[in-house]
């Protein structure tokens, strides 16, 4: 299985709505990412977790909380958003570089096909 | 901090080699190159990465200067379905994790 699975594919909330978005991998990597996208840009990270706790954030508001609930899940908590939030939402994971670095070992990141918002 | 710059769009004939380039001439020796493509709203599809040497996988070839001031990722016959966008990136430590720096894409159009 080497797949990333997010949902909802679509989401479309108001300003003042509380939503999460999610998502879930089985392929036992302990470094998860969220992404946004804006169309015809590329993916902007915003958080990283390694090993379910918050490694990075890339500064980003706090109406968006990321939760990592255990290692193979990481959710997106959305509460008072903003039009211009409305993007491309990408969930990745891969193995944690921390456990490779001696042997130089990189791996790849597989992507999730996000989850569509709009915020209206 | 864009680490990489690449053509933003490319047109290849179907059954042709794509050949599309990136510089990175800030790159540090320990930053990898690593190049992903996105199809029209999917998420990045993870193609190829490399340090130094040339590498080749069953997607592509990437072609690596000596300098590592700049790469060639060579789709060898391509197909409609490679229309994509080709994102080069840089991968750069970050603590315990790894960041990639993403360019901007270039837009590869395949034509029958």
């Known amino acids: 299985d080497t797949e990333v699975t997010q949902t909802p594919k679509h989401l479309v909330m108001g300003m003042t709505n509380k939503k999460s978005l999610k998502c879930e991998q089985h392929?036992?990597?302990?470094?998860m990412y969220w992404y946004k996208q804006k169309a015809k840009k590329p993916p902007e990270l915003m958080f990283v977790y390694s090993y379910e706790k918050l490694s990075i954030n890339e500064s980003v508001p706090s109406r968006f909380s990321p939760e990592c609930p255990n290692s193979s899940l990481l959710n997106l908590h959305l509460h008072a958003l903003q039009p211009e939030d409305s993007a491309l939402y990408l969930c990745?994971?891969?193995?944690?570089?921390?456990?490779?670095?001696?042997?130089?070992?990189?791996?790849?990141?597989?992507f999730g096909q996000g989850t569509r918002l709009t915020v209206v | 901090d864009a680490k990489t710059t690449q053509p933003p769009s490319m047109d290849c004939a179907e059954g042709r080699a794509a050949n599309l380039p990136c510089n990175h001439s800030?790159?540090?020796?320990?930053?990898?190159v690593y190049w992903y493509r996105q199809i029209h709203s999917q998420g990045p599809q993870y193609i190829i990465h490399g340090l130094k040497n040339n590498e080749t996988n069953e997607m592509a070839s990437l072609i690596i200067t000596e300098d590592r001031k700049s790469s060639t990722l060579i789709l060898p016959h391509a197909t409609l379905r490679d229309t994509a966008v080709y994102y080069c990136i840089v991968s750069v430590n970050a603590g315990n994790n790894r960041k990639l720096i993403w360019g901007l894409g270039t837009s590869l159009a395949v034509n029958p």
């Open positions: 990745a994971s891969s193995q944690d570089l921390g456990r490779f670095r001696k042997r130089g070992t990189n791996t790849e990141a597989f």
């Open positions: 800030t790159i540090s020796g320990n930053e990898y």
């Open positions: 392929m036992g990597h302990r470094a």
